[in-house]
């Protein structure tokens, strides 16, 4: 059965992307720590982030710094957050969001009730510094 990203990487489930590629897709948390987090995703399912590929890890690693850059800049943070949990899809995936605070590191603080604007605000603001940053070629149609 397929996993909850997959169905969102094909379609199946709506997701505010801000990045694909051959090997992975990013979009919105739909539990966001701070406005613009962001989930790495590897199109392969990959449950657990040490059974991957070390080129996949890499892959995973730079689309996740080239994000985490576009969130400096859409949100004026002064750094972005990294994280691989785990737990909570059986889909390997890189935790990227804008922070100015060690506490935004703790997933119990995720927001659920999130209004679609400021979702949309923020998949605007990524997608706008990545465009800037000369990403196009990897933006969502």
Not at 3 to 30: K, N, Y
Not at 49 to 56: F, G, K, M, N, Q
Not at 59 to 79: N, W
Not at 121 to 126: F, G, H, L, T
Request: charged fraction near 20%; hydrophobic fraction near 45%.
């Amino acid at each position: 059965m397929a996993t909850l990203f997959t169905r969102i990487i094909d379609g199946e489930l709506p997701g505010r992307f801000v990045w694909t590629d051959d090997t992975c897709v990013a979009f919105l948390s739909i539990g966001p720590i701070t406005q613009g987090h962001t989930l790495v995703v590897p199109r392969e399912e990959v449950d657990k982030w040490t059974d991957a590929s070390p080129e996949l890890v890499a892959h995973l690693s730079t689309v996740a710094q080239t994000i985490g850059q576009a969130q400096l800049k859409a949100f004026g943070a002064e750094r972005a957050g990294l994280m691989v949990a785990g737990f909570e899809v059986d889909h390997l995936h890189v935790h990227v969001w804008p922070t100015n605070s060690l506490e935004d590191y703790n997933l119990d603080n995720v927001q659920n009730d999130v209004a679609a604007e400021l979702f949309d605000e923020a998949q605007r603001k990524i997608l706008d510094a990545l465009k800037e940053a000369g990403h196009g070629a990897n933006l969502p149609q």
